[in-house]
């Protein structure tokens, strides 16, 4: 990018440096891309989720969904049966049904497929799935595939800040390492 920067100013050229400016940006994304990937590959999922055992089981009424929503302050919550998670509601499809017949109409009906992490995985695998599924949130399992809890967009951001600020804290890790005095 540099290269063709100073070519374009040498030669006179707006186009070599429109090429130069568009290849600066994309290493500049790529490398955003990398610094995300090795923070998120060191936290696992488990210290990154929102703690959330109870879910919207698909049994219930949309108004008993509208209620869960508003009283867990979100937007989407997982959908449940017996304790595993089957899919997500959303509160736009509570809003999308009229008053009247929010109580008469199931879960199970306006539900919407949802996308699943284990505890034990890194934040960039569930990372990648929320991207692939394009949804802004993942149900988390425990070993027995029951709801652990939730992930979403501001989760993943705060667990990755955390990692970078852990490792500024310690350093990188250069040399031998030293053995603490007895």
């Not at 008469?104 to 539900?111: E, F, L, P, Q, Y």
């Not at 967009?153 to 250069?174: H, K, S, V």
Request: charged share 25%; aromatic share 6%; proline share 4%.
């Amino acid at each position: 990018a540099v290269l063709f920067g100073v070519w374009g100013v040498v030669s006179f050229n707006p186009f070599t440096l429109v090429i130069a400016f568009f290849v600066l940006m994309g290493a500049e994304a790529e490398s955003k891309q990398v610094r995300m990937r090795v923070a998120l590959e060191r936290v696992k999922v488990e210290a990154m989720m929102t703690p959330r055992v109870v879910g919207v089981d698909q049994d219930l009424s949309m108004l008993d969904a509208q209620w869960a929503l508003r009283r867990e302050h979100v937007a989407m919550l997982p959908v449940t049966s017996a304790g595993r998670p089957v899919g997500r509601v959303t509160w736009a499809a509570v809003q999308a049904l009229p008053d009247e017949e929010r109580a008469g109409r199931m879960v199970r009906d306006a539900m919407e497929d949802g996308v699943v992490a284990e505890v034990g995985e890194d934040g960039w695998t569930a990372l990648r799935r929320m991207a692939e599924a394009r949804v802004p949130l993942v149900a988390v399992v425990d070993a027995d595939g029951l709801l652990a809890g939730t992930l979403d967009w501001n989760d993943l951001q705060r667990g990755m800040t955390r990692a970078e600020q852990e490792a500024e804290r310690t350093g990188p890790r250069t040399g031998w390492r030293r053995e603490r005095p007895a």
